[in-house]
């Protein structure tokens, strides 16, 4: 009965958005043109569009800061009033979080702490933060909210139940991005959701970044981490958009400051392949004496030495305007649909290298613009953003922001060159791989396409040459040719009961006989004309390790480590 409840309440409450975002791409939802609308008009349905979302809680709050970065599935205004969605709702009651602790420390809490604070310091969607003492020391206790697990799954199974049909009834580019974000997201938030994965992606970046005393993670309490329980160090600083004072008094070295924080950045995206997830100014705080501190490390992404290297390859296509090259990088992250055409692609790939040129014309240009305009060429064009360039696109966007915040001519791009400069070697040493590596693959391509020819000249000799086809083109075919057959059955089965109906009131001369027949025919006339050329896949087998109630909580804890 509650996932009924629930699921009406989510139908209720974005029904009305679906329809009117349908409507805007065609009057009539089936048919009809495009429905015009004033800026004035999408700015008012994009704030009621985040209401909506904030009432429904945790899970559409959380999958709404992911969107926020999609500007392939979603324009302006909407991405801005969906970006400025805070997950700070109304704490738990002190009674219901002790209980988690005591549950998951096995004692009660006054047994475990010297002293704790009821009242939390922050209070998040997924869990909450309190102070406490531990041993004469200051300590932070992160605590899942309770129930939050089983409303996650709900959640997410009534939402790809929905994605479902979007994808039958509306297949585009825009519906396919958006299951695949659900579908990422279905497994980042189940990380998120347990705090050893967060204890372990805190270790991870002390171990790749020990060595620079610049930069920093809290420490963690290991032997207090549990699945809903973790407790860190304290850590007092600033906001990294509240240093005004430190930067006025020269305490602080603004252009020092943004150095360091794009080196950290580009060297997890592009050595170390361990990119925190979740940047927004509020997890980077400045200790006294400068330090970094990053927090909230609930989602992490890892990048192969394979993604980083793709990733390196297009960007080095599109400052050689390698249009060609960039299509190859683009079909190697996925960016592309098998089904569009390249000469579609190329007008995307150009389009893409006009707005690259255009920032390096224009001295002055924001980062942030140009991100904007590249992400709103994958929402015009059939392009599909990779998570991994989204990630990117938010911690540039991040980076952006922060200069900005404190120098209105602030260009991202001027700080990133020198560091990029003093980096190359270090970048090309983690993506490429060795000199031997690649001479001995080369030389095993060259055998292989050698004893291919000679295959094929001995094949030809004795007319042995036969055409086979992929399995996969053997099941579209299939679903294609099923799909007409039902539609012929359809369309007779429609003829036959409307000639049926029309003996049978012939005969009795009853018009509810006929009304009711003819409207069974033309029903079966209208899903013929209704169901779309192609299914998709179902994506209902979404979660991947979500626990719905009832389920056993306990799994072993997952290490991410570097990943090559």
Do not use: C
Not at 435 to 452: C, S
Not at 463 to 483: A, C, Q
């Amino acid at each position: 009965m509650r996932r009924w409840r629930r699921g009406w309440a989510i139908f209720r409450r974005l029904l009305p958005f679906l329809v009117a975002f349908l409507r805007d791409r065609r009057r009539w939802l089936l048919f009809g043109r495009p429905r015009p609308l004033s800026p004035a008009q999408h700015e008012r349905r994009a704030e009621r569009l985040t209401a909506a979302i904030a009432a429904l809680g945790p899970t559409f709050i959380k999958l709404a800061q992911v969107f926020s970065a999609r500007a392939d599935i979603l324009p302006e205004p909407y991405l801005s009033a969906i970006g400025r969605l805070q997950d700070r709702v109304p704490p738990d009651p002190a009674a219901a979080i002790e209980a988690v602790l005591a549950e998951e420390l096995g004692a009660p809490v006054d047994a475990v702490f010297s002293r704790f604070e009821r009242v939390p310091v922050a209070a998040a969607s997924l869990g909450q933060v309190h102070a406490a003492w531990l041993d004469g020391e200051k300590v932070a206790v992160k605590v899942l909210r309770p129930g939050v697990e089983a409303l996650v799954a709900v959640d997410l199974d009534i939402s790809f139940r929905i994605l479902f049909l979007l994808n039958v009834f509306f297949p585009n580019h825009h519906v396919r991005a958006l299951t695949t974000v659900v579908r990422e997201f279905s497994v980042r938030v189940r990380e998120e959701m347990d705090f050893r994965e967060e204890a372990a992606h805190m270790a991870a970046f002390h171990e790749h970044f020990g060595a620079d005393r610049r930069v920093r993670a809290p420490r963690v309490y290991e032997r207090f981490t549990r699945r809903r329980v973790l407790v860190m160090e304290w850590v007092d600083g600033d906001k990294v958009n509240r240093l005004d004072e430190r930067f006025a008094s020269g305490e602080l070295s603004f252009p020092r400051l943004m150095e360091t924080l794009t080196e950290v950045y580009l060297r997890m995206l592009l050595v170390e392949g361990f990119l925190h997830a979740d940047p927004h100014p509020g997890n980077i705080l400045i200790e006294a004496d400068g330090t970094i501190v990053f927090l909230d490390w609930g989602m992490v992404v890892q990048f192969g030495r394979s993604t980083r290297d793709s990733i390196l390859r297009l960007a080095m296509a599109a400052a050689r305007e390698d249009i060609d090259a960039m299509i190859n990088g683009m079909y190697e992250l996925g960016m592309i649909d098998p089904g569009i055409s390249r000469a579609e692609i190329r007008d995307a790939a150009t389009e893409i290298l006009g707005i690259v040129e255009r920032a390096r014309e224009l001295g002055q240009r924001r980062v942030q613009e140009m991100l904007y305009e590249i992400m709103d060429t994958f929402y015009t064009w059939p392009l599909i953003l990779p998570r991994e360039l989204v990630y990117f696109f938010r911690a540039a966007a991040l980076l952006e922001g922060i200069g900005f915040r404190y120098d209105p001519a602030f260009n991202g791009l001027e700080v990133a060159k020198p560091v990029i400069a003093r980096m190359r070697g270090e970048i090309l040493a983690a993506v490429a791989h060795e000199p031997r590596e690649i001479a001995r693959g080369l030389m095993e391509e060259a055998r292989a396409g050698l004893a291919a020819v000679r295959e094929i000249v001995r094949r030809a000799e004795r007319e042995e040459f036969r055409v086979r086809i992929h399995p996969r083109d053997v099941v579209h075919l299939e679903r294609f040719f099923l799909l007409q057959v039902r539609r012929i059955l359809l369309s007779l089965f429609a003829v036959s009961v409307g000639v049926i109906t029309a003996i049978t009131f012939l005969a009795l001369r009853n018009p509810w006989v006929l009304l009711a027949g003819l409207g069974v025919a033309l029903l079966m006339f209208l899903v013929v004309l209704v169901i779309p050329s192609h299914l998709l896949e179902n994506p209902l087998r979404h979660a991947r390790g979500l626990r719905s109630p009832g389920e056993p909580a306990e799994r072993p804890p997952r290490h991410l480590g570097p990943r090559v």
